[in-house]
């Protein structure tokens, strides 16, 4: 009988179920989409439970394709976003909506954090640069004064993972890669730090059990074998951060190598057997999914900016697709080959929602600069290209100036699937860029990576990335090309600086 080993992907937006073999072959998959509650600009909710019954309904769709037997499945793993916060109450039930990670209520409680213990502490007890509306502790502070009837009832504080973990085996446990962000954990000693809990009126003992990613935590609850209709006997494992999941499944394990994911945003990851600050607090730290590894790991806007682009200016493009079944991306990519590196001049900013590290400013606008009469559609979409490829060598320059060495890039995400935007992004970088044969699903086949490896189906970590991890193809950097787009790199970065007055001018208005 095979034994199978459950990704799961939990996602703004959407869920993803993959399952694998031991070897690392995929053998089927489910995505289920889910709605966000946004009754205001700065609230962003979900029901706790919507993301319980997306698994649910993933692994009815997965069990009524009929290409595994879903019984066979013998271990679960998880790729979770961060952040997102489910308060319980004493019976482990949710007192409300789960708070989304892109939540902005809490600004004047992280105001309130940043007088009270300034940016720099934050930096070195936590590894994030600073308080931010976005983090837990914030958003935990909120809570407490402005609806204080749920405050006195919570016994729980947990994050995503957390929640689903103990829903499907009872146990209240959590990980290192997820609780970097939530600004009440201190990062040197991986405990809680308490300072900041008395200071939010926190009990440490609302808090979950830490433990490393890639850990069993137990047998699933015999209610939950049967709602997920998978083997009564299967075992759950702690998991990790969606993007240090992604870096495991694409094989980004040791120092010297950088991932990058280009989906909606634009994600980096980098790990480093040594906790390392930046000295000039632009890059965030966050604990790996490994034990003592730490990775830089910060995102901004990305592959919107080309969807974006899409909707707005390639109806063509889009229609085709739904005529032919032609990718509209892909259409797009025909058009940027016809253009030479550096788009004759045409540079763009995509930051269609403020810039984050390692050049954070919110206010920032996209824009596009040095358009001539002979600039076309096609300029367009490879400028789009090229900017993206420009705060991914961003943030090489910040990370080498920290003295982490990069040798390579792996890639993942939907970007990845451009061979053209691949090749741009070695060019302009000068490293050589890997594509993986599973660089669309890296967060499912990590998450199952450290769940085979808590059942004991692997020896380690590194020897199940080389057993399920394979290299599908590289782009070698094209040397002519690298010294055209450092030059127009500079002119980047000093475009992106030159406006900055001028972005926090219009955020005054």
Known sequence: MPEYILGLDIGTTSLKAAVYDHSGTQRASAVVEYSLLTPSTTIVEAPCDVYLDSIVKCMQTIRNAGAVDTRDITAIGFSVQGETLCLLDAEAEPLMNAIVWMDNRAGAQAETLRKRFGNETCYEVTGQVSFEACWPVAKVLWVRENAPEQFSRIKHILLLEDFIIHRLTGRFVTEGSLLTSTEYWDIRTKKYWTEMLDFVGIEESWLPEVKESGELVGTILPQMAE????????????????????????????????????????????????????????????????????????????????????????????GMQSMTGLDAYYLMDQEAVTVDPGSDGLITLPHLQGSMAPDVNLNAKAVFYGATLKHKRAHFIRSIMESLGYIICRNLETIEGMGLEVAQIRTMGGGSKSEIWNQIKADITGKTLYVTHSSQDTACLGAAILAGYAIGVFESIESAVSQMVRVKKTFEPNME????????????????????????????H
């Open 481 to 508: 090309n690298h010294e055209t787009y450092q030059r127009l790199y500079k002119k980047y970065k000093l475009l992106f600086q030159s406006l900055t007055g001028l972005f926090d001018l219009d955020a005054e």
């Open 227 to 318: 709602l997920l209709c998978v083997s009564p006997k299967a075992r759950i494992s702690t998991g990790c951060l969606d993007q240090a999941a992604g870096a495991i499944g694409v094989g980004n394990i040791h120092p010297g190598i950088f991932s990058e994911n280009i989906g909606a945003a634009l994600a980096i990851c980098v790990p480093t057997r040594k906790l390392t600050y930046d000295e000039n607090r632009l890059m965030p730290v966050h604990y790996f999914a490994l034990p003592d590894t730490y990775m830089m790991h910060t995102f901004t806007t990305g592959g919107m900016c080309l969807r974006w682009f899409r909707d707005t200016f390639c109806a063509d493009a889009v």
